[in-house]
Structures are given as C-alpha cells and as structure tokens.
C-alpha cells in the first residue's frame, strides 16, 4: 500500500488533522520498538543507522487516534498532540454525509433497517 492511501481520513485531508508521533532525541535509546509496532503498510518511522535512533519520516500516515507506539516505547521518548485539541480540529472539517456513507457500505441492509425505524 502506498503512502497516498494515507491521504485522507473520512474523507478530509490527513494532512490537516494534527495527529502523529515526536520523539524526544534524548530520550530514544534506539532500541526500535516503535519501528517494528507500527504497521508496515503505514511507515510511519524510520532508523537512523548512523545516530542510532528512530526517527519519524512519515508522520501523516499516522492512524488517526492510535498511539501503540507510544505505549510499546519503554522510555517514554514518544509524545503525541492532545487528543481534545485533535478532536477539535476534527469537528470542524468533519463532513457527516461521509460518514453516513461509510456507514451504509459498511452496513449495508442492517444500516437501512436502522434508519427505517
Ligand atoms: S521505542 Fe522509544 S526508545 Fe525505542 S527507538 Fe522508539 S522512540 Fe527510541
Ligand atoms: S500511533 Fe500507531 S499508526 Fe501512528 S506511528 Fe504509532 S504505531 Fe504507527
């Protein structure tokens, strides 16, 4: 998968969601935990052969809302933006009609029978 199937998010931009990882160089032993949690598909770190630590090349590939890196790094070197400033963002961008869309695909019969009643 490549890195544009990261593109958008619910149909907005992901580039204008503020949510990936920063590492804290002093922190990062360089043990690269995070590089082998996060998915392959995404790609969202890199290693820096020469300093030794990971390093974040593809922050917008970053699954909106997951922080398992942050949680796998043992050295608390990883942060994360605020998830109410996120959701923030969010709400404002956020198209409804999308997601109903999403829904009835995802739901199919089962979504029409909901919205009958
Ligand atoms: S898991 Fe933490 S300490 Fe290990 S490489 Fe990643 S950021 Fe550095
Ligand atoms: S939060 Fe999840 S998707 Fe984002 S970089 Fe970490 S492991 Fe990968």
Not at 39 to 59: C, I, Q, T, Y
Not at 73 to 88: E, M, Q, R, T
């Amino acid at each position: 998968m490549s890195a544009s199937n990261f593109a958008k998010w619910h149909g907005i931009e992901r580039s204008e969601i503020p949510w990936g990882p920063t590492i804290d160089e002093d922190k990062c032993v360089g043990c690269g935990l995070c590089v082998v949690t996060c998915s392959e598909k995404r790609n969202v770190f890199g290693f820096d052969e020469k300093e030794k630590k990971a390093v974040v090349v593809n922050p917008d590939n970053c699954m909106v809302g997951c922080n398992n890196c942050q949680v796998a790094c043992l050295w608390n070197a990883i942060s994360f933006p605020s998830v109410a400033g996120v959701k923030d963002a969010v709400r404002k961008l956020m198209d409804e009609g999308q997601i109903k869309k999403e829904l009835e695909l995802k739901l199919g019969a089962g979504y029409q029978a909901i919205t009958k009643s």
